[in-house]
């Protein structure tokens, strides 16, 4: 075959094969700062403000990317307090980029000991974000009586001897605490336990205790106390002894108990009534600070005043047969409603008023 016809044959085939594919030359790589949003960028507003927003590497701002936004003013939407580009809401900045603070509702990790976003101061969780405790003053009230942590009552102190006890429960007769906060104590025992003929009855009273030799006892009107009628020989056995009010104070207290406190006009009726009346007269536990003094605050020996209740017949106190010192005490005589004053350190007898004040059982 010669060659003008081998070509002529070869070039239909040569025509249809296609021509070598140019590759077009690679891009540029991207340049963030240029302003100019190219591949791989969500913004690029030319500058390196990282406090915008957008981002030094040319990235939206969002919270959470580590930058603290600057340019949206506090409350807008948006703004950035803080921005520590993690979840945990227990540190310095919260998931939406805010301070922690107390009420945002996430406890601060050894700032805060709770956070319950509320102003409550009842709850467990009170302002400033302390826990609620049993002492701090403030009664709670989000828990039901049985619940863990109920109270009943909380007096802001430690003593487990008064109306409120330490763990924040009204003292009652029976919950093993002597209560030791009135006068009269409203409670002369408290043993804990439902036994009545033991040493604390089930009403937390101590059984009464005999009285002392020679003398009588006459119960109170109010069942708190017992008074011990005793004559002046029982008080002063022997003659060269001192006699007077002294003297009957000193004998009551020997005996832990009080000279007694008439205060009331049922207890005088019942004392004016049990008295001997072979005796001319009985010390009580009235007395005056300021000696001669009609101004002077008389008092009974328990500290009682008589601003609640006057104990004296009409006349009296009358400052007549006071000593030298001007100085009087208060008796009563058998069957008078009230009482007298006199000299305090004339020959009586004395009653004794025992409440179980002295004793602690």
């Avoid at 763990?167 to 209560?179: F, P």
Wanted: aromatic share 6%; proline share 7%; with cysteine.
């Amino acid at each position: 075959m010669n060659r003008p016809v081998y070509i002529a044959l070869l070039l239909p085939l040569w025509l249809a094969c296609p021509a070598p594919t140019e590759v077009p030359p690679p891009e540029p790589p991207s340049q963030c700062g240029n302003s100019i949003v190219e591949s791989g960028e969500g913004c690029d507003d030319g500058n390196l403000n990282n406090e915008d927003d957008c981002t030094t590497l040319c990235q939206a701002a969002r919270c959470g990317d580590g930058a603290v936004r600057k340019d949206i003013p506090e409350g807008e939407r948006g703004y950035e307090s803080c921005d520590d580009a993690n979840t945990n809401n227990n540190d310095d900045c919260i998931d939406d980029c805010r301070t922690a603070e107390c009420g945002d509702g996430y406890v601060h990790d050894g700032v805060e000991a709770c956070d319950d976003a509320n102003d409550l101061d009842t709850d467990g969780c009170k302002e400033g974000c302390v826990a609620a405790e049993c002492g701090d003053g403030i009664v709670r009230q989000d828990l039901r009586e049985g619940d863990e942590g109920y109270e009943a009552c909380d007096d802001n102190n430690d003593w487990d001897q008064d109306g409120c006890t330490n763990a924040c429960q009204r003292a009652r007769c029976g919950d093993g605490i002597h209560r030791t906060d009135t006068e009269p104590s409203v409670e002369q025992c408290d043993d804990g336990n439902d036994i009545d003929d033991d040493d604390c009855s089930n009403d937390c009273k101590l059984p009464f205790p005999e009285p002392p030799a020679g003398c009588e006892a006459t119960p109170s009107p109010d069942g708190l106390s017992v008074f011990w009628i005793c004559p002046e020989d029982a008080v002063r056995p022997n003659p060269d002894l001192s006699a007077g009010w002294l003297a009957c104070e000193s004998f009551c207290m020997d005996r832990e108990s009080w000279s007694a406190a008439l205060d009331s006009q049922a207890k005088i009726e019942a004392i004016s009534q049990a008295l001997d009346p072979a005796e001319a007269a009985y010390w009580t536990g009235m007395f005056a600070w300021n000696s001669g003094d009609e101004d002077g605050e008389w008092q009974w020996s328990t500290g009682m005043t008589t601003e609640d209740y006057d104990p004296w017949l009409p006349g009296h106190p009358n400052f007549e047969d006071a000593d030298e010192d001007g100085q009087t005490c208060g008796w009563i005589r058998p069957g008078e409603s009230g009482l007298r004053d006199a000299r305090c350190d004339r020959p009586a007898g004395c009653i004794c008023q025992w409440d179980g004040y002295f004793v602690d059982p």
